[in-house]
């Protein structure tokens, strides 16, 4: 049975930090990109970072400069470092897995965690 699950969400000021943590289990962790997607009250679930086996990276514009996705190979897991917090961060944010060769849309994911909420606070 694949899982995602994700940890560290919370409540946080504008401009402070959150690390999310995606642990996975059930799957060939080194075949497959790993990824952060968000969703936001009233809106469509959007990319935010997608990260290769090999350590290629992409993230949107809205969160370059500011956010920053890892992974570790030898423990499944999936972060992403989230510094200067915005409001318009505020959303529920989502681990993803897929093979593909860079995991942007959600027609490239093949596995979701559950999610975990990120609030911050003006």
């Known amino acids: 049975q694949v899982q995602l699950v994700e940890s560290g969400g919370g409540l946080v000021q504008a401009g402070g930090s959150l690390r999310l943590s995606c642990a996975v289990s059930g799957l060939t962790f080194s075949n497959y990109a790993m990824g952060w997607f968000r969703q936001a009250p009233g809106k469509e679930r959007e990319f935010v970072a997608t990260i290769r086996w090999s350590g290629t990276i992409d993230y949107a514009a809205a969160v370059k400069g500011r956010f920053t996705i890892s992974r570790d190979n030898a423990k499944n897991t999936v972060y992403l470092q989230m510094n200067s917090l915005k409001p318009e961060d505020t959303a529920v944010y989502y681990c993803?897995?897929?093979?593909?060769?860079?995991?942007?849309?959600?027609?490239?994911?093949?596995?979701w965690g559950q999610g975990t909420q990120v609030t911050v606070s003006s």
């Open positions: 993803a897995a897929g093979r593909t060769y860079t995991l942007r849309t959600m027609g490239s994911v093949d596995y």
